[in-house]
């Protein structure tokens, strides 16, 4: 236990030669989840380390989830922000020693080192107050202007979006030093019971198909009227196709419903705004397919162990935060100007490749309209990939050399 | 049973000069009432001091009440006496070492109260304050730690007066002491007569040491002209509403980017009720002085619930008005003088000659003064009238300056130090003198602080603010051209009257006085925010000094000077700009971890 504000020199150092590590990752259920391949790098590359994770708390249960994780701390982001407001309101001491009682809650010993994963500087300060060390972003500390190769790297890829082959998830190994997996990496998932209307998912009939309806952002929402058409052309097409609606957004999901014949709303479940993140991870799991735009629960349905199909548009950029594994498709919009496919992302598209999903689902042909792309993920030993569908198949060499650039004194 | 002289035995002890004026006293005030559950309740003119049912039951909910407000290292004060069911409620309840003081205005009612039932232990714990209004002002401001006043409103009722009295004593006092620095956002209107006092309250404010962020919305008077262009007056009002809707949004925007302490609204600021209620909701404290007749301007009624704080320039049944309307606290604030603006002038011949008379006013037209103007013509002494909105006035037409054009203040202060008399003459909608004469208009000050004769109307709170050595005052307008010849025949006594004036201006008078008024006044409701800053309890040694137990955060609040207010965000700028290239204590990481929470901004947009 260290000491509490007296101040004093923390103390509270293990003392046995276990040693014990932390993974920050603050940041949402999409970059969690994107995590994995780092957690399950770091566990084989040191089997015998104790690898603890801090995260949101609404996020802890998918972090008790995943491979390799230990413990889970819970950050209360809320109450930290309202304890930061009534301390810009008037410092006290108090206010100091209730932050100092706040970490000390979380673990009453520091961490050998700390492997901090976002650039948020309160990430990088709750890892330099639970850990001796911090491998991170920055290389000097919290207030460090200098960055390390791999932080450098990612922020130039999110503020150029430049074209980039590393996936964010194998840029988070590099990050904590290790190289990626070089296989799809699942959560550990126990059946789980779920209620008794939503139990039959995924054992009569079929193919079940997980729709996403939401998105964390209105600029990534897919028009309702789209997946009205998409679960009708489905379901004609497919006489024991089943569709489960998830996500947070119930009064979206009803007018999906509303907007359909009574005739396959038998078909249809709404587990819509009322499922905690393992009952969703169940459901997803259940699914032969997941399709949506929502990223984070996406990455969920790859980590169950799905097969996804995303729809990325506005920011979303299929080579830097694809659904992580093998055999994932995405159609990726583009901006299509005098006959050009532009690059640039912040496209809002104007067709959707409704049909052509079905097809993707039903007969396995994959292929672009106006405006979309497809591409189809792949996991080789220097992480995940994507090629575009019908292309050249072959690895990008662009990773290794980026690997070999950053992180050239284990180059492997 | 002798319960008095059982509650005196302790009392003798701890506070024998008040046992031996309760001993003196002669009681008689309460009238005792058995309660339904029999325990002994009062009465007093006729009203139930405390409840006839079960006294004790309500003085625990009155005391768990207050309890939540009671803030530690607070010194809790309680108005109103009775039978101290109440007090004894909170005493039970209070923190283990916080201290409880009861103000006796009539010691004859704890007399009463003392002979009515047994007391325990707690009342020789209690500090006792009592004598004159000052005297007790003195006496709770000795403590030198935070106030926290709690009324128990059935019997406060008895002695509203003195309490009142109190609260003025001790807001003087706390005024005096102020040494810590506020935040201050003064919100202006977009025109008008408050505009140039909305200037000088933000340069009393700065003159004080506070920061001050001036919301101007006189930048905007020109957008504001355009929307009034239309013909159809709808239109008119509809996008001059809409407008000012949108600077009100302004405001709350430059609020969330830069939190203030306190948001201080000028008479016709835009703020609507939506957006004071939306600030109440995120926690700003709002005050709004409000420098108009509220009898004839209206449009408080609409926004009384809005604000924390009103302060006005009437008093009694514009505080009740104000009260009905929903409004939670109503001071009296009067206007006052800006001694840089406001002031004596070396005039030169040409502008003796141009603004001079034996007699002027500066002022609009209002219909009072169409009427009673024209009384005061003479072929004895020259008259010049300057100001605008005269109109149609004919008589007047001879003496009227520059065509009625309206003059700036530079002008007005020529004119008012060129006259050898100043009329000053409030306005009202009548063709008399104002038949509720009660403030005292921003003229009068004005007036007195450049040093300038005046003979202005009397008004119901002028005694309070001006004697008749420093104002002279006329109460029936027959008597006004007998004062003008009386006064224009003596110039020595008209510099006497004039420097005396002056000298109460810049003695209690200047908008510096009334800021700190206004600010002691929130300061003794808010002993936990405002009070707090204003005693420099945020400053950085005292800040330091309650920090010894920490030495390396009381060493961080040592790197600034010790009168300089310290918040979050100063030190973590400090770590921010001294921690690059070592290792950070712990202490920095915490106080880095809490501002990157308290940097969000405030969602209030």
């Known amino acids: 236990m260290w000491a509490l504000l007296g101040f004093g020199q923390a103390t509270g150092l293990r003392d046995n030669d276990m040693r014990h590590a932390l993974i920050v990752q603050l940041a949402r259920l999409g970059d969690l989840l994107q995590t994995l391949p780092a957690i399950t790098a770091i566990k084989s590359a040191d089997p015998s380390l104790t690898l603890d994770l801090l995260c949101p708390m609404p996020l802890s249960p998918i972090g008790r989830m995943l491979p390799g994780i230990t413990r889970v701390l819970e950050w209360d982001g809320l109450a930290w922000r309202q304890h930061g407001q009534d301390a810009g309101a008037g410092l006290h001491l108090e206010h100091l020693r209730d932050a100092e009682r706040r970490i000390s809650e979380l673990s009453s010993e520091r961490y050998d080192w700390a492997y901090v994963l976002n650039q948020h500087p309160r990430a990088l300060l709750a890892g330099a107050l639970l850990a001796r060390e911090v491998k991170g972003p920055r290389l000097r500390g919290p207030l460090g202007e200098q960055l390390a190769p791999w932080a450098s790297y990612v922020r130039d890829v999110a503020a150029t979006r430049r074209r980039c082959r590393v996936h964010l998830a194998d840029a988070f190994c590099g990050l904590c030093g290790v190289y990626p997996p070089g296989k799809p990496v699942t959560l550990s998932r126990s059946p789980r019971p779920l209620p008794p209307d939503l139990e039959l998912i995924g054992k009569q009939g079929g193919p079940w198909i997980g729709l996403i309806v939401g998105a964390g952002a209105n600029e990534r929402l897919v028009p309702t009227e789209v997946w009205q058409w998409w679960v009708r052309q489905f379901m004609e097409a497919v006489p024991a196709g089943r569709v489960v609606l998830v996500g947070q957004e119930r009064e979206r999901a009803r007018y999906i419903q509303d907007q359909l014949p009574s005739s396959i709303l038998g078909r249809l479940w709404d587990a819509t705004g009322r499922t905690s993140l393992p009952e969703l991870a169940e459901i997803l799991g259940r699914c032969h397919t997941v399709i949506g735009a929502d990223t984070g629960p996406l990455h969920l349905a790859a980590a169950v162990g799905a097969r996804v199909i995303g729809w990325y548009f506005a920011r979303a950029r299929v080579h830097e935060t694809g659904p992580y594994g093998t055999d994932h498709l995405v159609w990726q919009a583009h901006e299509v100007r005098d006959g050009v496919v532009s690059g640039q992302s912040g496209v809002q598209p104007s067709s959707w490749p409704i049909q052509e999903t079905i097809d993707a689902v039903l007969t396995g042909r994959m292929q672009g309209l106006e405006g979309w792309s497809v591409w189809v993920s792949q996991c080789d030993r220097w992480g995940a990939y994507y090629s575009e569908a019908g292309g050249h198949p072959a690895p990008p060499r662009e990773r290794e050399d980026l690997w070999r650039e950053l992180q050239p004194l284990q180059g492997g | ?605």
């Open chain 2, 1 to 605: 049973m002798d319960y008095l002289n059982h509650n005196l035995e302790g009392l003798r002890h701890t506070c024998p000069a008040l046992a031996a004026a309760v001993k003196d006293a002669s009681g008689g005030v309460l009238m005792l009432k058995e309660s339904r559950e029999g325990s002994v309740s009062a009465m007093c003119e006729g009203q139930w001091i405390h409840s006839a049912y079960d006294p004790r039951k309500e003085a625990k909910a009155w005391a768990e009440a207050q309890l939540r407000e009671w803030q530690a290292g607070e010194v809790a004060v309680v108005l109103g006496v009775g039978l101290l069911y109440h007090v004894e409620a909170l005493a039970a309840v209070k923190a283990a070492g916080s201290r409880l003081a009861v103000v006796i205005p009539d010691v004859s009612i704890l007399k009463d109260a003392l002979r009515a039932r047994p007391m325990g232990a707690w009342l020789n714990a209690v500090e006792w304050i009592l004598g004159t209004a000052p005297e007790m002002a003195e006496q709770l401001v000795s403590h030198s730690a935070a106030l926290r006043v709690f009324t128990y409103a059935p019997a406060a009722r008895l002695h509203a007066e003195i309490h009142r009295e109190l609260e003025e004593w001790l807001r003087r006092s706390v005024a005096k002491q102020q040494g810590g620095q506020l935040h201050v956002a003064v919100v202006g209107p977009i025109y008008g007569g408050s505009l140039p006092i909305a200037k000088y309250v933000v340069t009393a404010l700065e003159t004080l040491g506070h920061r001050v962020s001036w919301i101007d919305h006189s930048l905007h008077r020109a957008s504001y002209d355009a929307f009034g262009a239309y013909r159809d007056m709808r239109h008119r009002q509809a996008m001059q509403s809409r407008f000012a809707e949108v600077l009100s949004l302004s405001t709350i925007t430059h609020l969330s980017e830069d939190p203030p302490d306190l948001v201080l609204a000028i008479a016709q600021a835009p703020l609507t009720l939506a957006v004071l209620e939306h600030l109440r909701k995120k926690k700003f404290l709002t005050a709004m002085w409000f420098v108009e007749n509220y009898r004839h301007l209206t449009y408080w009624q609409q926004l009384a619930a809005g604000y924390d704080y009103w302060f006005v320039i009437q008093q009694a049944e514009c505080h009740e008005a104000f009260k009905r309307a929903g409004a939670r606290s109503v001071g009296y604030l009067p206007m006052a003088a800006d001694p840089a603006v406001h002031r004596p002038l070396t005039l030169t011949d040409a502008e003796r000659t141009e603004y001079g008379a034996d007699l002027s006013f500066v002022g609009a037209g209002y219909p009072n003064r169409r009427v009673l103007l024209p009384r005061w013509l003479s072929k004895d002494w020259s008259f010049k009238l300057w100001g605008n909105e005269w109109e149609g006035a004919a008589d007047l037409a001879p003496v009227l300056q520059r065509s009625g054009a309206r003059i700036d203040t530079e002008a007005c202060m020529k004119v008012f130090n060129a006259s050898a008399i100043n009329l000053n003459l409030h306005s009202c909608g009548g063709e008399a003198l104002d038949p509720q004469a009660d403030f005292v208009n921003p003229r009068t000050f004005e007036l007195a602080a450049c040093g300038a004769f005046q003979l202005t109307d009397e008004r119901a709170l002028l005694p309070d603010l001006f004697t008749e050595e420093e104002i002279v005052r006329f109460r029936r307008t027959e008597d006004v051209p007998a004062l003008i010849r009386m006064w224009l025949d003596d110039p020595s006594g008209r510099r006497t009257v004039a420097e005396a004036a002056r000298q109460r201006v810049l003695r209690q008078h200047t908008y510096g006085h009334r800021m700190k008024e206004l600010l002691a006044a929130i300061g003794l409701r808010q002993p936990d925010r405002i009070g707090a800053i204003l005693r420099g309890d945020r400053n950085a040694g005292a800040l330091a000094v309650r920090a010894e137990s920490a030495p390396e955060f009381s060493a961080m609040l040592r790197r600034f000077p010790l009168g300089q207010r310290v918040e979050l965000k100063d030190v973590a700028a400090d770590i921010r700009a001294n921690g690059v290239g070592r290792a950070l204590e712990r202490e920095e990481l915490l106080i880095l971890l809490l501002d990157s929470y308290r940097a969000e901004t405030r969602d209030l947009v």
